[in-house]
């Protein structure tokens, strides 16, 4: 919530989005004041300010952003009143036409009948809108645009491209700066740099949205992988491997065709048969589940499983790690009867709180209900809905947790797992659903305590969301620093010149031998180089042999947190750094 100041010394507290949605509307203003020919399009509020779409002859230029932001702040010094009023369909759109808004227009036209059409007026300026906003332009205090881009219109890539320009605003001058300060450490801790930087990953033209994984991004993500397949083994998770390419029949079972279609990369196999790679792991668990008759004693069943999965994203929405077409989601399907709901659902949330505290993350939880295009009967969406409800109300306490309205799987309700990092961002992270329908619709079932057959329910699980997505989030949140037990490289061994090349081979080995990743850097470089490469490569400790170290089969022991510690017996700083490892230090 924002606190801004009304007349006669009075203050209100608003909501981020309704300051945002109306600084989106002065943006708009701006625009057509200094390119009276631009068209607009649509100027929402996001998770963090605003942006507004236009349809203009050129991209705007740095030196456009900063007239638009100028005039933006006369706008606010002008304090217009920020008036709404309603008009029926037919004069809406001639009203717009008459404008010669074509994008306004189309908005209209695609709205339903009876639907209350609304616009906003500010001096000069009318929108169409359904708001609502603020009293009045002069509420805004602090603004500053960001960057603006391409983004096609209604975010499909056979429609026109628009220029998109994104800002933020404040009620405080001090506000601002501390959000761009924050702006400014997220560029620098920014995974897709820091993924080249630290030779862990890139990306090619060849393959986008698909991660080419460096030796020690890939030793990074099989240490991830080698702990989370521990934490769940030890909580009775089965871990199981299923079918890149599946028929089109066991999706539309599913309801992913109907669903989900455009989504996936559909194939045809040499018998003219439609394939697709699975955007998901749910029909193959569940086909795990279905090859056996089960019991009622055998569950819960948790199928967990890391195979490789694609989804075809657009490619204007693919954004390094965290948006990808190709990636290992943490996924579980856990097999349950009705009563186990929320005893399994605490049990998720206790292992989310035991992985997520490891990394120091702390998160919160949001029920997501039922979308438009739900599948199933509404009775068992109810049934689901309340089951979450009252876990959640558990948990969290009643009225704790966010609601999101609509935004749940189209097989049924989910709590989201919303993360913050150490810069405040919040990251939607894990998801836990609970699904009546798949089971019906692939007729599971198991044998109940009476010898009758009973439908079991599907709980969907991910915790990481995806092992690709937690490293690039992870990434930024330490900054490329790692905690010694995932560091790809925990100890970096230098020797200062040749003669101490011998006694640094024999370090290194001995590192290795006792299960500490290490590398050598035995090159003819001078010994700050080394460090300073290291440092850079944030490397935990580096281990710096000179001729004393030799004579005392001792090492010069630097840290990353706590710079120069001084000579260690070797064997001392190997039981040191197994203890960190073990013991999961930050």
Request: negative net charge.
């Given at each position: 919530m924002f606190k801004i100041k009304l007349g006669g010394g009075k203050t209100a507290e608003v909501e981020e989005s309704m300051y945002w949605h109306t600084t989106s509307h002065i943006m708009a203003q701006a625009v057509k004041r200094l390119f009276p020919e631009a068209k607009l399009a649509i100027g929402p509020a996001i998770e963090n300010g605003f942006y507004y779409d236009f349809d203009v002859e050129k991209p705007f230029s740095e030196d456009d952003l900063k007239k638009i932001e100028e005039e933006m702040k006369k706008i606010i010094k002008e304090n217009f009143?920020?008036?709404?009023?309603?008009?029926?369909?037919?004069?809406?759109?001639?009203?717009?036409?008459?404008?010669?808004?074509?994008?306004?227009?189309?908005l209209i036209e695609d709205l339903p009948n009876g639907e209350v059409i609304s616009f906003y007026k500010q001096g000069d300026f009318t929108d169409l809108c359904r708001g609502p906003h603020l009293p009045s332009t002069g509420a805004v205090k602090a603004v500053k645009l960001l960057t603006s881009s391409g983004a096609y219109w209604r975010g499909d890539e056979h429609n026109k491209m628009l220029q998109r320009i994104y800002g933020i605003s404040f009620p405080k001058a001090s506000e601002l700066e501390d959000y761009l300060q924050k702006l400014e450490e997220a560029k620098?801790?920014?995974?897709?740099?820091?993924?080249?930087?630290?030779?862990?990953?890139?990306?090619?033209?060849?393959?986008?949205?698909?991660?080419y994984w460096m030796p020690k991004g890939f030793k990074m993500m099989n240490v991830l992988i080698d702990?989370?397949?521990?934490?769940?083994?030890?909580?009775?998770?089965?871990?199981?491997?299923?079918?890149?390419?599946?028929?089109?029949?066991?999706?539309?079972?599913?309801?992913?065709?109907?669903?989900?279609?455009?989504?996936?990369?559909?194939?045809?196999?040499?018998d003219g048969k439609e394939q697709a790679l699975k955007p998901m792991n749910c029909p193959n668990a569940i086909k795990i589940f279905a090859s056996k008759l089960r019991s009622y004693k055998d569950l819960p069943m948790r199928f967990n499983d890391i195979d490789v999965i694609h989804r075809n994203e657009k490619s204007g929405q693919l954004n390094g790690l965290f948006r990808v077409r190709m990636f290992r989601q943490d996924d579980s399907h856990n097999?349950?009867?009705?009563?186990?709901i929320g005893s399994e659902i605490k049990d998720i949330i206790e292992i989310a709180k035991d992985l997520y505290g490891i990394f120091g993350l702390e998160f919160e939880?949001?029920?997501?209900?039922?979308?438009?295009?739900?599948?199933?009967?509404?009775?068992?969406?109810?049934?689901?809905?309340?089951n979450l409800k009252q876990v959640l109300g558990e948990l969290c306490g009643e009225g704790q947790y966010r609601i999101n309205e609509g935004d749940?799987?189209?097989?049924?309700?989910?709590?989201d797992i919303k993360m913050k990092d150490c810069l405040g961002r919040e990251w939607q992270m894990g998801t836990v659903q609970v699904d009546f329908q798949l089971p019906l619709r692939f007729h599971l079932s198991y044998i109940d305590s009476n010898g009758e057959k009973k439908t079991p329910i599907l709980i969907h699980r991910a915790l990481f969301g995806s092992f690709e997505r937690f490293i690039g989030i992870i990434t930024e949140h330490f900054a490329g620093a790692f905690p010694i037990?995932?560091?790809?490289?925990?100890?970096?061994?230098m020797p200062i010149s040749d003669n101490q090349a011998e006694y640094a081979k024999q370090v290194f080995e001995n590192l290795q031998e006792a299960g500490i990743r290490t590398e050598l850097d035995d090159r003819q470089e001078k010994i700050g180089y080394k460090i300073r490469e290291a440092q850079l490569q944030k490397i935990p400790y580096m281990l710096i042999l000179g001729e004393k170290e030799v004579e005392a089969k001792s090492v010069g022991v630097r840290s990353r947190k706590e710079g120069d510690i001084g000579a260690m017996k070797l064997e001392?700083?190997?039981?040191?750094?197994?203890?960190?490892?073990?013991?999961?230090?930050r």
């Open positions: 009143e920020l008036e709404r009023f309603e008009l029926p369909r037919e004069k809406a759109i001639q009203f717009m036409k008459e404008k010669n808004e074509d994008y306004k227009v189309e620098q801790r920014d995974h897709r740099k820091l993924g080249k930087e630290l030779d862990l990953f890139f990306f090619d033209e060849t393959a986008p949205g698909m991660a702990f989370w397949r521990k934490e769940h083994e030890k909580r009775g998770y089965q871990e199981f491997s299923g079918p890149q390419l599946n028929s089109s029949e066991l999706w539309k079972i599913s309801g992913h065709w109907d669903h989900y279609k455009e989504d996936m990369f559909v194939l045809t196999d040499t097999f349950i009867t009705e009563d186990q939880l949001t029920l997501s209900t039922r979308p438009d295009d739900y599948m199933g009967e509404i009775e068992l969406w109810d049934k689901a809905e309340a749940g799987a189209f097989y049924g309700p989910k709590i037990w995932l560091a790809p490289i925990q100890v970096k061994v001392e700083f190997i039981e040191k750094a197994k203890q960190e490892i073990e013991n999961f230090e």
